[in-house]
């Protein structure tokens, strides 16, 4: 059985008929040629396929095409549109965050996603519980970080580089935001 | 594989009445993973993300509803001080991308044994909203699950929300694992205090064919709790406590750990639940 | 050219720099295309149908339904599968029996491809391949491992010197060590996209050499190699599996012969990567170290039994780093191997060493205690002053200043000599140390470059080298533009596609060495023969360098790793907030990309020692545990404080750049490192890894 749905993939919609079975992961790669967000496990374990979908950061080998129909989605490479690498891939390329690069579109899409969480006051497993009343900005050490990105695996390895590469963007996006330069390109909305 | 997609609650009974064999999915992150493994392949799905009363939570005759289809993300942030073992559970369900799109409803409806929300769902004595055309019914979490994967739902019905007490004192809930994030609990424990009716409640994960309470354990706490002060139990207590919860699991051997292991694991967790809770009478953050 | 005496003047001072990786944005972007990721308006998708069994034959297969469902293109099986040539001479460690997909009926392990279908898509393809109905006469299988077996065979004389049996002194070591069976893992599965035109073949691949796989499909297919065409410049990662072959990369090129002129694709899913690809063999290690009371050796016994599969023989060689590590005048390393029906194993980062380092590791740490010694100076004590497996000197050896050096920067002088001497709140605190070696391994495979002026003082350079994630692009970039004189910007290097020169596999450290050393030397040549002002098209070539000192000196890295461990008294459970390493690998090109590398291993390292361990259910011969669900690897929440640094090698014997290679040393002596400071935390003895939640409970009273 197939579909047609619409998809706004880094700012260009696109008009598609997909089969019920597709998930969104497959329909990006294999239909729309997009192809940032990776296949690496096939059952949300590795992260490797995140977007952020409506602005925010999902697994899309575990969303149907189907169920994506109207959704907005932006990959790594919306993230650089225009030419201009986004401030947290400069990041990762400062850091080394990364060797085969599988990972890093996913991990950059998370760690796009995972810092507008915790500017909107998000806990996670690692704020304390009292620490996090409702609308507190949780404090972004490197123990959050890396509980909050413990949902993209890495397998070369580059942790460390991508903990202080995060680290480095928020700051460096802080910093921006603090001297009233507008924030670079972000997710959802946009365009 | 029919893909059904109503944009309304009456409409998604109606279709499940239609074709009970339909798979509900939410969030996908349960569903699909069987799909995607090729554990499963159903004829028809039956996608809820665009029903809008299941994405509702509101307070109800001393109870929190909490919609089936709302995300731990949105459990955590919005539902999260009238709930608070619930969501932290939530807080450390699988990775924060699934638990931006994964959902109770989704947890309650595979039923896994080793599912982060079943215990403090338990320990707070909620309830399971179960819906289908002919009509609604609550059941129990107590009463919910039947064994790995199997629930009282009838085909016919679909998780429509889960409703959580009021908290009336303190809620923990920790979970043991080999991995400091994106972990599948060895094991489990949630504690919930009634402090107004001297009452405790219990849960049990990843320690048995279904979530469990440890009834004798409540029993015991609620005897031996200072309930006025907030004071640490005695270390005799305490281990008899931890043993209790530990007598309540029915554990096997997995790849994951041992029984063994389990049973001491939930001891420990059971006494440092205990402990946490005091602090909290203590302290009067209840 | 074989100058091999001085170190290379620096023109730029490119190497040794640490530019940002010139392939970089391509990857942040996600826009560089892996294997998988070409555009094909005329894809076509294979799904392979996998064995239930581990032994015996397909009787019969049903295809029926199969080539009835909907956007089917073939079935394919054994008896209309095209053939593969019997007598193919294939390169390297390539396995024929694991490479002759679909060729008979025969099945030698579970999930051996038995069957095959293209179909216009991917999820077409899936959903015929579990159409295909299959019936088997099965046979008794055997996939039970273990160091008791009575039919263990001996597949290389014992390595032996003196007589260990008689070695004397009064301190004995003798344990046995085990290390799981593990999965390489690469985040990216492995792919190929494979396309025939008319009797030439195009494959889209991911691969660590683009001219293993063209010479081992032309051999298979009895092609010439030139109509074989492999495109790689991109890779996922590898960790040594996607060095040899596997049988996914044949089934997709017979698949494509099905459907010609299209393109044929298959990504292994992550639990075919658990039956299809490779894996690290389990080991057993039997140490037997004897030492006099100052904690001198006098005898290293090591037997290591690993797991082979009888469709094809791949021998983790666990026992081979003992013979150089230390001193002792009595010496016998062997191995002893279990050939059974299962998959068969391939490399997988440091073969042999990351295992191998594990048993004696953790030994020379049960020796230090037993000889009241510090573990440093335990090692210290037995420092050999030539190679003990040869008798040759050592181009460079550098453990103790390693061993030295991150005793200072870790602070492991404050460190009480009593295990569980430490305690904050309810986690007790200790540290541990182990050693690491990795040796300088000949090349597999010749290389060659081009060096081309392309105008402008711009240049290409060419050689179908693979850089899966190493920073070799990066590296080789900075030796051109070095021995060259010119900005980092002015080199282009192309890599990853066998109509490049050839290359050596990425494998065994070697890419600086081999194809570092080619570019150092071509570079070297087009000044030679061009001067500094060449013409637009003006070329040079070189092939590999030979090293002329190779066979007179014992050439290794070295290193030394030092853990930080905590451990619950309640729960048990382990934490490793620290770890620190000190290399001594030679001439560090690129200090930004080797810190990555040696951090990359020993992070995998510290995922070895904690998390990984794939569980074989011998009574039906799979994997229970294949997906990252239940086979951990480390997440970001388990890697806190690790550190990398290296001193400053000078070893112009091993090859004209002196890089001694840095891809696996990181992966060796971590997980030893990680239980010694485990044991000095609890004061028990962890002979195996992973370390689990239950190993310290009774020690710490819980």
């Not at chain 3, 069976?181 to 025939?196: G, I, L, V």
């Not at chain 3, 390693?402 to 430490?422: I, M, N, V, Y």
């Not at chain 3, 597999?444 to 190493?470: E, F």
């Not at chain 3, 002596?669 to 028990?684: C, Q, R, S």
Request: charged share 20%.
């Amino acid at each position: 059985m197939h579909a047609d749905i619409t998809l706004t993939v880094d700012g260009r919609r696109h008009q598609l008929r997909v089969d019920t079975r597709t998930t969104l992961l497959d329909a990006l790669r294999e239909d729309l040629g997009v192809t940032a967000p990776k296949k690496g496990c096939d059952h949300g374990q590795c992260g490797s396929c995140t977007v952020l979908l409506n602005g925010r950061r999902v697994v899309t080998c575990l969303v149907l095409a189907v169920a994506g129909d109207g959704a907005e989605v932006v990959t790594a490479a919306g993230l650089a549109e225009g030419g201009d690498l986004h401030p947290m891939q400069e990041a990762f390329m400062d850091h080394d965050a990364f060797q085969c690069g599988y990972c890093t579109p996913g991990q950059i899409c998370s760690a796009v996603g995972m810092l507008d969480e915790a500017a909107a006051g998000w806990p996670s497993a690692a704020t304390p519980p009292r620490a996090s009343a409702e609308g507190a900005v949780a404090e972004l050490d490197d123990t959050e970080i890396r509980e909050r990105m413990s949902g993209n695996l890495c397998r070369c390895g580059a942790y460390a580089g991508i903990v202080s590469a995060i680290g480095d963007a928020a700051r460096r996006t802080h910093a921006a935001a603090a001297s009233g330069i507008p924030r670079p390109a972000r997710e959802g909305g946009r365009r | 594989m029919d893909f059904l997609s109503p944009d309304t609650w009456a409409g998604a009974l109606a279709a499940k009445a239609a074709r009970p064999e339909a798979v509900p999915v939410m969030g996908g992150t349960d569903v699909m993973v069987e799909l995607n493994l090729g554990r499963r392949r159903p004829h028809a799905l039956l996608d809820l993300t665009r029903v809008p009363e299941l994405a509702r939570w509101g307070a109800e005759d001393g109870y929190t509803r909490v919609g089936a289809g709302v995300s731990y993300t949105r459990l955590v942030e919005r539902v999260g001080s009238r709930a608070p073992a619930l969501a932290a559970a939530a807080r450390s369900v699988a990775s924060p991308q699934i638990r931006n799109r994964g959902s109770v409803g989704g947890n309650l409806g595979g039923a896994s044994p080793a599912g982060d929300c079943h215990p403090p769902l338990l320990a707070a004595g909620a309830l399971v909203e179960l819906a289908s055309a002919a009509g609604v019914r609550r059941v129990p979490a107590s009463e919910f699950y039947l064994g790995p994967g199997r629930t009282v739902r009838r085909e016919d019905e679909l998780v429509a929300a889960v409703l959580v007490p009021e908290p009336r004192g303190p809620q923990v809930f920790a979970k043991v694992g080999p991995r400091n994030a994106m972990v599948i609990a060895v094991v489990s424990f949630a504690l919930a205090l009634d402090v107004a009716a001297r009452r405790a409640g219990t849960g049990i994960g990843s320690a048995g064919p279904t979530p469990l309470r440890a009834r004798a354990a409540e029993e015991f706490l609620a005897r031996e709790f200072d309930w006025a002060g907030g004071a640490d139990p005695s270390p005799e207590a305490a281990r008899r406590f931890g043993d209790l919860v530990a007598g309540a699991a029915r554990p096997i051997d997995d790849v994951r750990g041992s029984a063994a292991y389990r049973r001491h694991a939930l001891a420990v967790l059971a006494r440092r639940a205990w402990a946490r809770c005091a602090a909290e009478v203590r302290g009067g953050g209840v | 050219m074989s100058t091999t005496s001085e170190r290379p003047a620096a023109r730029t001072g490119a190497i040794g720099a640490g530019p940002r990786r010139v392939e970089g944005p391509a990857k942040v972007a996600g826009t560089a295309a892996y294997a998988y990721e070409y555009r094909a308006a005329d894809a076509a998708y294979l799904a392979p149908v996998q064995a239930t069994i581990a032994r015996g034959r397909v009787a019969a297969v049903d295809t029926a339904a199969a080539e009835a469902a909907e956007g089917v293109l073939a079935v394919l099986w054994h008896g209309n599968a095209p053939r593969l040539r019997t007598d193919a001479e294939l390169p390297g460690l390539q396995q024929p029996g694991e490479l002759h997909v679909l060729q008979s009926a025969e099945v030698h392990y579970r999930g051996q491809p038995v069957a095959a279908v293209v179909a216009e898509t991917f999820e077409a393809a899936q959903h015929a391949a579990a159409l295909v109905t299959l019936t088997y006469e099965q046979l008794p299988h055997d996939a039970e491992f273990s160091a008791g077996r009575t039919d263990l065979a001996t597949p290389k004389e014992d390595h032996r010197q003196g007589d260990v049996k008689a070695a004397e002194g009064e301190v004995v070591v003798d344990q046995t060590y085990t290390t799981p069976m593990q999965h390489n893992n690469p985040m990216e599965p492995h792919s190929t996209m494979a396309r025939w035109d008319g009797e030439a073949i195009t494959l889209h691949e991911s691969t660590q050499g683009a001219h293993m796989v063209r010479e081992t499909v032309a051999e298979l297919l009895g092609l010439e190699q030139g109509r074989v065409r492999v495109v790689a410049p991109y890779v996922g990662g590898g960790f040594g599996s996607k060095g040899p072959l596997h049988a996914p990369t044949v089934l997709a090129v017979l698949g494509a012969r099905a459907v010609p002129h299209r393109s044929v694709k298959l990504a292994a899913t992550r639990r075919q990567m658990f039956s299809l690809v490779g894996y690290r063999s389990p080991t057993v290690q039997r140490v037997r170290l004897r030492a006099d009371a100052q904690g001198r050796l006098s005898g290293i016994d090591v037997t290591a039994t690993v797991q082979s599969a009888r469709l094809g023989d791949f021998i983790e060689e666990a026992a081979g780093p003992a013979k150089s590590m230390y001193a002792a005048p009595n010496r016998r390393m062997g191995h002893r191997a279990a050939r059974l029906d299962v998959p068969v194993p391939t490399w997988m980062r440091a073969p042999g060493e990351c295992p191998g380092m594990f048993g004696p590791e953790v030994a020379m740490d049960e020796l230090a205690v037993a000889c009241g010694l510090d573990p440093i100076e335990a090692r210290v004590r037995n420092e050999p002053e030539r190679d003990p497996a040869t008798g040759k000197p050592f181009s460079t050896r550098n453990l103790i200043a390693c061993l030295r050096e991150g005793a200072d920067r870790f602070g492991w002088a404050d460190r009480p000599a009593e295990p569980g001497a430490r305690r904050e709140g309810e986690w007790l605190v200790g540290t541990g140390v182990a050693a690491s070696f990795y040796p300088v391994v000949p090349p597999v495979g010749g290389s060659r470059a081009l060096v081309r002026h392309a105008g402008d003082g711009r240049y290409v350079v060419s050689l179908a080298a693979a850089d899966i994630g190493t920073g070799a692009w990066t590296a080789l970039t900075q030796v051109a533009a070095d021995v060259l004189g010119v900005p980092l910007e002015h080199v282009e290097v192309r890599l990853g596609d066998s109509a490049l020169p050839l290359a050596s596999l990425a494998g065994g450290s070697t890419g600086m060495m081999s194809w570092g050393s080619t570019v150092h030397a071509a570079a070297t040549a087009f000044r030679r023969l061009h001067g500094d002002d060449p013409a637009p098209g003006a070329e040079a070539a070189a092939d590999l360098p030979e090293v002329a000192h190779r066979d007179d000196y014992a050439m290794h890295a070295y290193g030394a790793q030092f853990a930080e461990v905590r451990v619950n008294t309640d729960t048990g459970e382990i934490r490793v907030p620290r770890l620190l390493g000190v290399f001594a690998a030679g001439r560090i090109v690129n200090a930004r990309t080797a810190r990555s590398q040696f951090v990359g291993g020993m992070t995998m390292g510290l995922s070895m020692a904690l998390h990984e361990e794939s569980v074989l259910d011998a009574r039906f011969g799979h994997v229970v545990n294949a997906d990252f669900a239940e086979y951990h690897i480390a997440a970001n929440a388990d890697v806190a404080d690790i550190q990398a640094h290296w001193i400053d090698e000078h070893d112009p014997l091993v090859n004209p750049l002196g890089a001694k290679g840095i891809g696996e040393i990181g992966i060796v002596g971590t997980a030893a490192a990680v239980a010694n400071a485990a044991y000095h935390a609890t004061g028990v003895r962890v002979r195996r890894v992973p370390l689990r939640l239950d190993d310290f409970l009774d020690a710490v009273g819980a």
